[in-house]
């Protein structure tokens, strides 16, 4: 065989791969799929891993119902065993880092297995596709280090902001740091002792981003939050900047992203937002402590 023999086979071989690659194909359990990336020397996803992917899925008339590329917001899943045979986790399981595909999964039988009524948008007998481009996969202990390390940066880069915010604004010299990062801006005194974790505690907020927009408000129902301290129900920020605050008081507190709502987009706040709330600590309530440590809320208050 001469070169030239040797060089047409090989681009037959590569062009036969990329066809395979870009044609349908199905697993034993009836999962449809299609490869559009593949890298066979990259770190395959395993049970258990952590696995950072785009999603855009469709239902069968081809209407997106859900874009990760538009929300900033890729998806951060532990990879799991299929729930059952031809699910979209099952597709996951065939991927790994970098790649890419589109999987078809029957709207029927995914609305039965999780015990949903089928929505309007659905129709009986479609399918839907999910298509994902694979972010990440790593092992708990490497995304634990991960998070670990943005959340470093992320906190000096805050730091940074509140700095340059309060300066703006003539606020440093009110300003009260803590370590956590979290600043609060006293601006009307109040009186008594201050709340500890287990106080039930009524308060007006209003929630803004530094260039002053507002996302949310108490105010705008009239009713003031009934909560109680430490125990998990609003935002890291909000647990540790009520009990720097006294009956009838105001202020400002400004919550670094480790504190709020994280490096992920929620709702209209987007991921590593500083933020700031205008709080009003109207009434204190002693109660029990909480049994246990507090976990955060993804929400300022519910």
């Known amino acids: 065989m001469n070169l030239?023999?040797?060089?047409?086979?090989?681009?037959?071989?590569?062009?036969?791969?990329?066809?395979?690659?870009?044609?349908?194909?199905?697993t034993d359990s009836g999962l449809k799929y299609t490869l559009f990336e593949h890298k066979d020397d990259a770190k395959k996803a395993e049970l258990g891993n952590i696995m950072t992917f785009h999603l855009v899925l469709k239902n069968g008339t081809d209407s997106t119902l859900r874009d990760t590329y538009k929300e900033n917001n890729p998806v951060k899943m532990v990879l799991q065993a299929p729930p059952y045979k031809g699910s979209f986790?099952?597709?996951?399981?065939?991927?790994?880092?970098?790649?890419?595909?589109?999987?078809?999964?029957?709207?029927?039988?995914?609305?039965?297995?999780?015990?949903?009524?089928?929505?309007?948008?659905?129709?009986?007998?479609s399918e839907l596709s999910f298509t994902v481009k694979v972010v990440s996969v790593l092992t708990s202990?490497?995304?634990q280090k991960q998070q670990a390390e943005a959340g470093k940066k992320q906190k000096d880069i805050d730091a940074k902001i509140i700095d340059e915010y309060l300066a703006k604004n003539n606020l440093t010299a009110k300003a009260r740091k803590t370590a956590s990062g979290l600043v609060y801006v006293p601006q009307t005194e109040g009186t008594g002792a201050s709340p500890t974790p287990g106080d039930n505690v009524k308060v007006h907020y209003t929630g803004k981003f530094l260039d002053?927009?507002?996302?949310?408000?108490?105010?705008?129902?009239?009713?003031?939050?009934?909560?109680?301290?430490?125990?998990?129900?609003?935002?890291?920020?909000?647990?540790?900047?009520?009990?720097?605050?006294?009956?009838?008081?105001?202020?400002?507190?400004?919550?670094?992203?480790?504190?709020?709502?994280?490096?992920?987009?929620?709702?209209?706040i987007p991921g590593n937002s500083v933020l700031q709330f205008e709080m009003e600590l109207l009434d204190i309530t002693k109660g029990t402590k909480p049994a246990g440590p507090a976990l955060p809320s993804p929400a300022p208050a519910k």
């Not at 060089?7 to 062009?15: P, S």
């Not at 790994?96 to 709207?107: C, I, M, P, T």
């Open 212 to 268: 002053g927009k507002e996302f949310d408000s108490s105010k705008s129902g009239g009713k003031p939050l009934d909560m109680q301290v430490g125990a998990g129900m609003v935002i890291q920020g909000w647990d540790e900047g009520l009990t720097l605050m006294k009956k009838g008081e105001k202020g400002l507190l400004l919550i670094p992203s480790g504190l709020a709502y994280g490096p992920d987009q929620y709702g209209p």
């Open 89 to 125: 986790e099952e597709g996951l399981t065939l991927l790994a880092a970098g790649d890419s595909a589109k999987f078809l999964v029957n709207a029927d039988t995914l609305f039965a297995k999780i015990g949903q009524p089928m929505p309007p948008m659905i129709k009986k007998g």
């Open 4 to 26: 030239k023999t040797i060089g047409y086979a090989m681009g037959i071989t590569i062009l036969a791969a990329a066809c395979n690659q870009h044609r349908q194909q199905v």
């Open 141 to 143: 202990e490497e995304f």
